[in-house]
């Protein structure tokens, strides 16, 4: 499986970003993709989750109602839309393809994107 994230950039206090992730190698109708988060000098954190095939999400406390994660199965293609988004949000963001149900830790990932730079400006 290979996951290929993108969208990144500069962005100010209180506005949006929309984060890609874009599989290929494989099936991911019966898998959770992850969103995780790393901060300089901080370890990574899980941001969010959702099943491929059902839209079942979960998101960790820090961003529910901020952060949305829809997909577009047609472009094998996951997407996490940020809102509102703080100067504590300013991380690399990588996504992740796990097993059939949700998984919140980075041990339990097996692949991973490359990772993309978001930074928000206060």
């Known amino acids: 499986v290979q996951l290929q994230a993108s969208g990144g950039g500069l962005v100010q206090a209180g506005g949006s970003l929309r984060l890609s992730c874009a599989a290929s190698?494989?099936?991911?109708?019966?898998?959770?993709m992850g969103w995780f988060r790393q901060a300089p000098g901080k370890e990574r954190e899980f941001v969010g989750c959702?099943?491929?095939?059902?839209?079942?999400?979960y998101y960790a406390d820090s961003v529910k109602g901020r952060f949305t994660i829809s997909r577009d199965s047609a472009k094998n293609t996951m997407y996490l839309q940020m809102n509102n988004l703080k100067p504590e949000d300013t991380a690399v963001y990588y996504c992740?393809?796990?097993?059939?149900?949700?998984?919140?830790?980075?041990?339990?990932?097996?692949?991973w994107g490359q990772g993309t730079q978001v930074t928000v400006s206060s």
């Open positions: 190698g494989g099936t991911f109708s019966e898998n959770y």
């Open positions: 959702a099943s491929w095939s059902g839209g079942v999400t």
């Open positions: 992740a393809a796990g097993a059939g149900w949700p998984q919140f830790r980075v041990y339990e990932y097996e692949s």
